[in-house]
């Protein structure tokens, strides 16, 4: 059984291991700052008591909302955690009114970009040289209403 709640500090470490593993791209720093600046929008998805995935999404104006990051611990994928966290991120930042959300993907993650589309992102433009590496990323909006 998947549990979706807020993230808490004791988290800190299972998030961080599970960024490292699946992207290895932002300081530590960042989700430290994003629990102190927009908890509501920092949650973690447990199986049996560990946090297998997590999502951090926050509202950037009145009507735009972002997802700066979603990851599921590749032992734990392909079991709906993502599906889970990216639903329940969508209701949150609906309910603060955005009117779409935004997130970027890099250009050879293939199986993102796909997931993204089969929950309702569509590519709205690509970012050159987005990612520390000089790779380009996938501009992926979700229209909520």
Not at 3 to 12: G, V
Not at 65 to 89: C, H, T, W
Request: with cysteine.
């Amino acid at each position: 059984m998947i549990t979706i709640r807020k993230f808490q500090p004791d988290d800190f470490a299972s998030v961080i291991e599970i960024e490292q593993k699946v992207f290895n791209e932002h300081d530590p720093f960042y989700y430290m700052k994003f629990y102190e600046t927009c908890s509501e929008g920092f949650l973690v998805a447990e199986v049996n008591s560990i946090v297998a995935g997590f999502v951090v999404g926050y509202r950037v104006s009145e009507d735009i909302g972002r997802i700066f990051s979603l990851g599921v611990d590749p032992g734990y994928q392909n079991m709906g955690i993502g599906s889970a966290l990216l639903k329940e991120i969508n209701l949150r930042l609906n309910l603060s009114r955005v009117s779409e959300i935004v997130l970027e993907v890099r250009q050879s993650n293939v199986r993102a970009k796909r997931f993204y589309e089969r929950q309702g992102f569509y590519v709205s433009g690509i970012t050159e040289r987005y990612y520390y590496d000089g790779e380009n990323a996938y501009i992926m909006k979700l229209k909520l209403y």
